[in-house]
């Protein structure tokens, strides 16, 4: 098993920043690919940002690209997501989620483990 914890939401004011992060534990060598996603009320889970372990791509989705950065500290096991010139579209509960399967996906229900969530609110 892979737990997975979140930490970082808040409320901002539209153009702020945040930072979530995402600390991994348990059998992390398992784990092929880390993902960020995210979901508001009455709408779909939805792909944010993401990356595999054993390469140097990273993957955004065309809303948060050129705002958002996803990276990694491999000593920590740790997963961050850097959100600059936040936007009220982007309040919603943000996941971070890990998938043991060999190919990069942004579909959420190929992702094997999942964190509780955190809030992140953007007023405008």
């Known amino acids: 098993q892979v737990q997975l914890l979140e930490s970082g939401g808040g409320l901002v004011q539209a153009g702020d920043s945040l930072r979530l992060s995402c600390a991994a534990s348990?059998?992390?060598?398992?784990?092929?690919?880390m993902g960020w996603f995210r979901q508001a009320p009455g709408r779909e889970r939805e792909f944010v940002a993401g990356?595999?372990?054993?390469?140097?791509?990273?993957y955004y989705a065309d809303s948060v690209k050129g705002r958002f950065t996803i990276s990694r500290d491999n000593t920590k096991n740790t997963v961050y997501l850097q959100m600059n010139s936040l936007k009220p579209d982007d309040t919603a509960v943000y996941y971070c989620?890990?998938?043991?399967?060999?190919?990069?996906?942004?579909?959420?229900?190929?992702?094997?483990?999942w964190g509780q969530g955190t809030q992140v609110t953007v007023s405008s």
């Open positions: 989620a890990a998938d043991k399967a060999v190919v990069f996906s942004t579909t959420p229900y190929e992702y094997d483990y």
């Open positions: 990356f595999s372990w054993r390469g140097s791509s990273t």
């Open positions: 348990g059998r992390t060598f398992s784990i092929y690919a």
